[in-house]
T-cell receptor, first 113, second 113 residues
């Protein structure tokens, strides 16, 4: 079945470091891919998305490229800030049925000053 | 302001005592769903609704009920809560089918003792 695998956390970085959070997926058909972010005590909010192969989603300095050949959608940011500390979720949506979102387990990111 | 509102935010209850968690959205979205979030498991869908009076089971529906009598409201009902339903619950809504953004409530942390 459809699934999403994320790197386990927590990931701890210093401020201004380069960030990569890996996400790979298994899906039949042509899924849309998403990154959501959950700040402490809050609900999830969409960070970025890509709907077809080679699309690049970007927002708030974060980027992710839909790589169909490697079934990946890795999240990157060139210079992280303390305010980026949160839990990041990779998810996919398959264009059939109810378009249910399939979620990764989440990766906790901790940025130290 | 576009939002999904859940209540209560925190709830401690005893085994077997019926409870309802309310969810309301003000964006006129057709699609609503309930998730539970448990450490290491990401988000798992409990129930979803594609429109008024249309509900269906997600991945982990056992022990839960929902109703969708109005477009804006989608309450989650636990008829006889058990300790394994201790979790963080999120309600979400989106415009409809397809790769559209899901908007999340702030979550309800439920503890069943």
């Amino acid at each position: 079945g459809d699934s999403v695998t994320q790197m386990e956390g927590p990931v701890t970085l210093s401020e201004e470091a380069f960030l990569t959070i890996n996400c790979t997926y298994t899906a039949t058909g042509y899924p849309s891919l998403f990154w959501y972010v959950q700040y402490p005590g809050e609900g999830l909010q969409l960070l970025l998305k890509a709907t077809k192969a080679d699309d690049k989603g970007s927002n708030k300095g974060f980027e992710a490229t839909y790589r169909k050949e490697t079934t990946s959608f890795h999240l990157e940011k060139g210079s992280v800030q303390v305010s980026d500390s949160a839990v990041y979720f990779c998810a996919l949506s398959v264009p059939r049925g109810n378009y249910q979102l399939i979620w990764g387990a989440g990766t906790k990111l901790i940025i130290k000053p | 302001e576009a939002q999904v509102t859940q209540n209560p935010r925190y709830l401690i209850t005893v085994t077997g005592k019926k409870l309802t968690v309310t969810c309301s959205q003000n964006m006129n979205h057709e699609y609503m769903s309930w998730y539970r979030q448990d450490p290491g498991l990401g988000l798992r869908q409990i129930y979803y609704s594609m429109n008024v009076e249309v509900t269906d089971k997600g991945d982990v529906p056992e022990g839960y009920k929902v109703s969708r009598k109005e477009k804006r409201n989608f309450p989650l009902i636990l008829e006889s809560p058990s300790p394994n339903q201790t979790s963080l619950y999120f309600c979400a809504s989106s415009k409809g089918q397809g790769p559209t953004e899901a908007f999340f409530g702030q979550g309800t942390r439920l503890t069943v003792v």
